[in-house]
């Protein structure tokens, strides 16, 4: 907890119960949860949260940096807890969404510069598939 505060203090964010919940949730999973599932899973807890102030609690973290906002397709935003650069795999069968890891893109950021006239910064790179279970399911 007192690693949040000077998190928050740092970033000169109001510790408010509700960012609070929200950024605690998001470091406790690593499922890359929408707002509606993070909503949902805080509700036993913070009964009178609303959709409407988790969606802005996000906001307020991706704003700050303290939370990564990844848009994986047709609008569907997810949140994700570790904000460093890191590349994700999405099921296309039951949509979960995978760090991939021990691999790193961001070389091609230097890549990229002989084809864009762009100071290059960042890059997002996606990987659709289908996952182990959903391989397992379909072979029953
Ligand atoms: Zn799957
Ligand atoms: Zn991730």
New binding site residues.
């Given amino acids: 907890m007192d690693n949040l505060t000077s998190i928050f203090r740092e970033k000169k964010l109001k510790l408010t119960p509700q960012r609070i919940a929200v950024y605690k949730y998001l470091q406790s999973t690593?499922k890359?949860p929408s707002a509606e599932t993070i909503y949902k899973a805080l509700q036993l807890e913070y009964p009178t949260m609303s959709l409407a102030t988790v969606y802005k609690a996000l906001k307020t973290l991706v704003d700050v940096n303290l939370v990564?906002e990844?848009n994986i397709g047709e609008g569907n935003f997810?949140y994700?807890?570790?904000v460093h650069p890191?590349?994700?795999i999405q099921c296309i069968v039951c949509e979960k969404?995978?760090?991939?890891e021990g691999i790193c893109f961001s070389n091609l950021n230097d890549k990229i510069k002989d084809c864009v006239d762009y100071e290059v910064l960042s890059n997002q790179v996606y990987f659709y598939g289908i996952c182990k279970d959903c391989q397992k399911n379909s072979k029953e």
């Fill in positions: 690593k890359h990564q990844i997810r994700d807890g570790n890191h590349s994700h969404v995978d760090d991939v």
